[in-house]
């Protein structure tokens, strides 16, 4: 049975405490076509939701704000007139930034679906994943594979398809380096293990003990502590004899992270920008962005095919998310933690 009302978690307006309230549930005689209902089992908890719950960036979302978009869920029920669904109830599927594209428009045509002209995004335009019950779209609900749980699953629906594409975008080779700051957050822990099985030889940059364990325990070659070291430049370089790292995917939710970047890459090296820090610009030399041949790629979530394929090396085990698992009730806390850095890896709040 379908209840008429569920616990979510909800921000009444930007910057203003998180609380977990009960809020309405969709009945499924009202879905659109190419809407479905998920009955969710758990969601992780990306920094973009803090980010957004505190109003950080140009692109304001929606208030009051039901945030999250890291959700798996069954499919409970299906619009009535949904033409070609490619779901069914009873399947289990996640839920992604872009909660649904059109499908239409030119970026989307050449499969930008996140640059869609008539984006939904999830727990920013729509209603996001911390909710018991949630309106998705058939279209862009990403297939779960049998045998991944959905613990495990969840965060790589944001985090995992996040640092994947960058990857896969980086123009790097097996055998190449690749920095990583932000190496023991939610994207960066994810990033690698990607990088390792992309053949990439991983230099992790974060702080303190857990997290230097972490990256190391899932593959990191090298490790940079940011908060004792002197000058990262030089550590990389020293790393990589003396020519610099060939790509960087920085996952830091603080601007820091990005400024040494251009100076530790080699020339033709590859910037992939996916970390988003509040109010900051990226302030780099252009004579050595010219000189050195320095790609700059802004690398924004990824679209339905690289959420499946990132899923799907999650399901062979080659990737695995090193999650806490939560109550929704504690979200608070865990924006607190998020906000301190202390979260090694990420959290996961089960639904139940
Ligand atoms: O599509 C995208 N581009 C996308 C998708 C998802 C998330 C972008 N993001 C953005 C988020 O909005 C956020 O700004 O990526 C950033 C990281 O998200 P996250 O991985 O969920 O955050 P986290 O778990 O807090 O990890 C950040 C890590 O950065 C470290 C912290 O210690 C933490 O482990 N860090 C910081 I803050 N400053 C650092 C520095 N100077 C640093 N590590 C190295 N050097
Ligand atoms: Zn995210």
Redesign the pocket.
């Known amino acids: 049975q379908i209840p008429t009302s569920q616990k979510v978690a909800i921000v009444a307006s930007s910057g203003s405490p998180v609380q977990v309230k009960d809020h309405p549930v969709k009945k499924p005689e009202e879905l659109a076509p190419g809407e479905c209902l998920l009955k969710m089992h758990c969601t992780g908890v990306?920094?973009?939701d803090l980010?957004a719950a505190m109003g950080d960036w140009p692109v304001k979302p929606m208030t009051p704000l039901i945030g999250g978009h890291e959700g798996v869920g069954t499919v409970i029920a299906i619009g009535k007139n949904t033409e070609k669904s490619p779901v069914k109830i009873g399947d289990r599927v996640g839920v992604k930034?872009i909660a649904d594209s059109c499908r239409d428009c030119e970026q989307c045509r050449k499969g930008h679906e996140q640059n869609c002209e008539n984006v939904k995004i999830s727990g920013y335009t729509v209603d996001g994943t911390f909710s018991q019950y949630l309106v998705s779209y058939v279209h862009s609900v990403t297939p779960i594979p049998e045998g991944l749980e959905s613990e495990a699953a969840a965060s790589i629906l944001?985090?995992g398809v996040?640092v994947y594409r960058a990857l896969k975008y980086s123009e790097s080779s097996p055998g190449d380096w690749v920095v990583l700051?932000?190496a023991?957050?939610?994207?960066?822990h994810l990033a690698v293990q990607y990088a390792k099985y992309m053949g990439l030889r991983v230099i992790a940059?974060?702080?303190g003990e857990e997290?230097r364990k972490l990256c190391m325990a899932l593959g990191a070659e090298q490790w940079i502590d940011?908060t004792q070291s002197k000058d990262i430049v030089a550590d990389v370089k020293k790393l990589t004899d003396g020519r610099g790292a060939h790509c960087a995917v920085v996952?830091?939710?603080?601007s820091?992270?990005y400024t040494q970047a251009i100076d530790y890459l080699r020339d033709n090296g590859h910037l992939m920008a996916?970390?988003?820090?509040a109010k900051a610009t990226l302030d780099a030399s252009i004579f050595f962005t010219v000189f050195k041949s320095i790609t700059i790629h802004g690398?924004?979530?990824g679209n339905r095919q690289d959420a499946m394929e990132a899923i799907n090396i999650a399901a062979t085990g080659a990737v695995k998310c090193h999650y806490k698992l939560r109550k929704l009730s504690e979200i608070s806390q865990v924006y607190d933690d998020?906000a301190k850095?202390k979260?090694a890896g990420r959290v996961v709040l089960s639904m139940d």
Not at 184 to 188: E, Q
Not at 274 to 277: D, S
């Open positions: 990306c920094h973009t980010h930034w944001c985090a996040t700051p932000g023991g957050g939610g994207l960066g940059i974060d702080g997290k940011y996952t830091t939710a603080s820091s992270g996916v970390g988003l820090p690398s924004y979530v998020l850095g979260i």
